[in-house]
């Protein structure tokens, strides 16, 4: 399925740096090298995967426009899978963009995003898993998250659904000869209760599957943590704290956050992102006001809500509200100010806080601070659910259609277990297996193809 076309861009990330690259792939590549390189030793036969130095020339002109050093990846053995074209000039962002304009004048065309990996996908050189493990090796930001992405890359979710779709195709074979050969004599049924344990245990696999996402959405994604808590408890100073810079403004007032502050950090391998809001109180203040609207909105779109006490003024009724308006979250109750002297009054706490572990800290001292620091990364755990699959989803496209694959295994389990005749279970084995397809790309459409690569950048 090689492309037609030569599609050409900046590989290497805009702005300056030692060296910026710029590829081209297609079946003019070559030609194009050609074209615009001249080597410094002459007359060399080029040879495919060798770097060569020499100048890229303006053909119009026949400026220098940089040293270079350039390789050609003949077909097949190349990203993409078709001849292309590395040039490696000086990383400026002036030389790059020259450099591009010269390889597009000699005849490519600016690559749309993701297109090199498009091209690898449509050529075969890798499945649809492993071209989204690209992009997500590309974006990971914690040392798991690029785990998970190596995995993928490396092709465990495509042996996974691969062996899912086989031990289907293989029920489905002999459901078909029943069907064919029904009016027949002497071709049995297969035992039922045989084929009904194969398919429990593939739904079960799968069930196993989808409930990793929980796990790969927050290493993905990351997890929002809204620290939450009336006016003046240290929530401001607990986010500094926690972000190891002072990023929110922090005074003696009470109402000082108005609007909410989010930002991201590494907390033990997990990206997470804390946000800080506006204290929970009464207040006539009309800005003030909608910044407390807000902090209902963000707790309640949030993995953890951190609700904070402080240890220096008793329980008020604003404390009780925000503990209220919490029930049933994923909470970490703290209580912040312990390095003053303790007014708060443990036997006045409500119902729903007794048994549970409330940590004492102080963001002004750092106290507590890795105790609530595990208490977080804990909580966020308990909401991404247990994850016993070594494989673990981290694409919401892959767990759609893992969903999908189940559903239809699912009825066709009922079809068989009910005694229906095996052309219903077969449309539903061979719906799943459609399903499974479209994890690794065996059965996509184009559109599809457009949405997934266009959120890839361009030269990828
Ligand atoms: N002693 C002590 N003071 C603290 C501690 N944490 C915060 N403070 C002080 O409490 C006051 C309020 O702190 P902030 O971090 O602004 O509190 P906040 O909850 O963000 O307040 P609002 O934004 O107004 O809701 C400041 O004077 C802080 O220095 C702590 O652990 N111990
Ligand atoms: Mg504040």
């Known amino acids: 399925m090689i492309q037609a076309d030569t599609i050409a861009a900046i590989a290497t990330p805009p702005g300056t740096g030692g060296i910026g690259i710029i ?29 060569y130095h020499g100048e890229i020339i303006c053909p119009a002109t026949g400026r220098v426009l940089d040293e270079v050093l350039v390789a050609l990846l003949r077909a097949p ?5 078709e001849e292309t074209l590395e040039i ?51 974006t990971a930001r914690t040392q798991r998250g690029l785990d998970l992405a190596i995995g993928h890359l490396h092709g465990d979710l495509s042996r996974t659904t691969g062996k899912l779709r086989t031990s289907i195709l293989d029920i489905l074979t002999l459901l078909e000869a029943e069907i064919d050969f ?14 009904l344990d194969q398919l429990r245990g593939l739904t079960a696999r ?3 599957l989808t409930a990793s996402y929980g796990e790969g959405r927050i290493v993905r994604d990351g997890a929002r943590v809204v620290i939450t808590g009336k006016a003046n408890v240290g929530k401001s100073s607990l986010f500094n704290r926690l972000l190891g810079e002072k990023r929110a403004i922090v005074t003696p007032h009470a109402g000082t956050t108005r609007d909410f502050i989010e930002e991201s950090v590494n907390l033990r391998g997990i990206p997470v992102r804390f946000v800080d809001t506006a204290g929970i109180r009464e207040s006539q203040d009309p800005i003030e006001r ?24 008793p329980f008020t009724a604003e404390d009780r509200n925000i503990v209220e308006a919490n029930r049933g979250r994923n909470l970490v109750v703290a209580i912040n100010k ?11 706490l409500p119902e729903e806080l007794s048994g549970r572990e409330l940590l004492p800290i102080s963001a002004k001292t750092g106290e507590g601070l890795d105790a609530l620091r595990q208490a977080v990364h804990d909580a966020i755990s308990r909401s991404a659910g247990e994850c016993r699959s070594d494989t673990v989803l981290t694409n919401l496209r892959h767990r759609m259609a893992l969903e999908r ?22 449309f539903d084995l061979r719906e799943s297996l459609g399903a499974l397809g479209e994890v690794t790309g065996q059965t996509v459409t184009e559109e599809l193809l457009d949405r997934i690569f266009s959120t890839f950048c361009i030269g990828k």
């Open 338 to 348: 312990c390095d003053l002297a303790r007014v708060l009054d443990g036997s006045s």
């Open 182 to 195: 029904q009016e027949e004599d002497g071709i049995e049924a297969a035992p039922r209760e045989g084929l």
């Open 77 to 81: 053995h190349s990203f993409t899978g």
């Open 206 to 208: 799968i069930e196993e």
């Open 290 to 313: 909608e910044g407390i609207d807000l902090v209902w909105q963000q707790a309640a779109a949030a993995d953890v809500v951190v609700v904070l006490l402080d240890a220096s003024c």
């Open 405 to 426: 694959a189940y559903a239809s295994l699912r009825t066709a389990e009922q079809s068989l277990s009910g005694g229906l005749s095996p052309e219903f279970v077969a």
């Open 23 to 51: 590829r081209a792939s297609g079946p003019d590549a070559e030609r194009i090298g050609q074209t615009l390189f001249r080597p410094r030793k002459a007359a060399q036969a080029c040879r495919s995967h060798r770097l």
């Open 88 to 138: 490696h000039c000086h990383g400026g962002p002036l030389i790059c963009e020259e450099v591009l304009q010269a390889v597009l004048r000699a005849g490519a065309r600016p690559a749309e995003p993701g297109e090199f990996t498009r091209r690898a996908f449509l050529n075969g050189r890798i499945d649809l898993v492993q071209a989204e493990a690209v992009q997500e090796m590309i």
